[in-house]
């Protein structure tokens, strides 16, 4: 059964560092999700991209935040100086027609 | 924006019981409610869907039912088992085109043999 994958599974970087978090959705989804988790609260959407461009964003994609989909099959998250409270699991989730949502098994993100 | 309330935050059942977990929404305008659990360490699968123009839906021992003009939904499991046992999240979709799913605050469902 097809399925989303992320990489890294765990990251851990500096305050003010930048990281790339990627995904690779499932073959022939054309809808494209990051959501984040903080420990123990519920997951809060990020940003929804199709058709090669952003669809939607959160207050939390700001400006230090961006997507992109460098070919046919990777998804990235660009976090470009990462502050503590980025800290967090990141998961990407990708749909066929905007309705089911697959999510990957997350990234997991520790800024120091 | 859209806001959904999930009740209880834990339950605890034996082997065997029912569980059942409620969601609220404030949009009306929602119209796609998806439930997805959440095993440790792991991403939100998604387990059962629910669209508004049905009032329940049924898959082996997981339903869901919908009442839109109270703006409730639920999650039942019968016939629990130390396998269901995990966080369980609802979460509700506006149908404009590819939407943010918004989530409720998660139940932890713990089973116990």
């Known amino acids: 059964e097809p399925e989303v994958t992320q990489t890294p599974s765990h990251q851990v970087t500096q305050m003010g560092q930048e990281v790339i978090l990627r995904c690779v959705p499932i073959s022939n989804h054309l809808y494209f999700y990051w959501y984040r988790q903080i420990l123990g609260q519920k997951v809060e959407f990020l940003v929804s991209f199709y058709n090669n461009e952003i669809s939607e964003k959160s207050e939390i994609f700001d400006d230090q935040f961006s997507v992109e989909r460098p070919d046919g099959s990777n998804f990235t998250l660009k976090i470009r100086s990462t502050k503590l409270e980025d800290s967090a699991m990141y998961f990407c989730a990708s749909s066929v027609r905007a309705v089911e949502q697959y999510f990957g098994p997350g990234t997991r993100l520790t800024v120091t | 924006g859209e806001n959904v309330e999930q009740h209880p935050s834990t339950l605890s059942v034996q082997e065997g019981d029912s569980a059942v977990i409620k969601c609220t929404y404030s949009?009306?305008?929602?119209?796609?409610f998806p439930w997805y659990k959440q095993e440790l360490g792991k991403g939100p699968q998604l387990i059962i869907d629910?669209?508004?123009?049905?009032g329940e839906k049924k898959d082996q021992r997981i339903a869901v039912t919908l009442n839109k003009t109270a703006k409730h939904f639920s999650l039942h499991i019968t016939e629990t088992q130390p396998e269901d046992s995990a966080v369980y999240f609802c979460a509700a979709q506006k149908n404009t085109g590819f939407q943010k799913l918004v989530f409720g605050t998660g139940t932890r469902l713990l089973v116990s043999p």
């Open positions: 629910i669209r508004s123009n049905v």
């Open positions: 949009d009306s305008a929602s119209n796609y």
